[in-house]
């Protein structure tokens, strides 16, 4: 199923690695990848589009969480393959 992870997180330097890193160590391949920043100077944005089962998301999403610069995480599944 095409999922997509809405990341927040603080705008620090290295950022960006630990996300992408959580998915290397997972064996899991990206899809889509954008980093941007937010109207907020010191928050960016991660979105992140992969092909995963519902199960697995949820742990993602609960691995995500658990790096420190992240501040939210949205799961958005549309429901293909």
Excluded: W, Y
Aim: proline share 2%; hydrophobic share 45%.
């Amino acid at each position: 199923m095409r999922t997509t992870f809405l990341v927040r997180v603080e705008n620090t330097a290295g950022v960006l690695m630990r996300v992408v890193t959580l998915f290397h160590r997972l064996a899991l391949n990206i899809d889509r990848l954008t980093f941007g920043p937010t109207d907020e100077s010191n928050m960016s944005f991660v979105i992140i589009t992969l092909d995963v089962e519902r199960e697995q998301s949820l742990r993602i999403e609960a691995h995500l969480l658990k790096i420190l610069p992240v501040l939210r995480v949205d799961v958005i599944c549309d429901g293909r393959s």
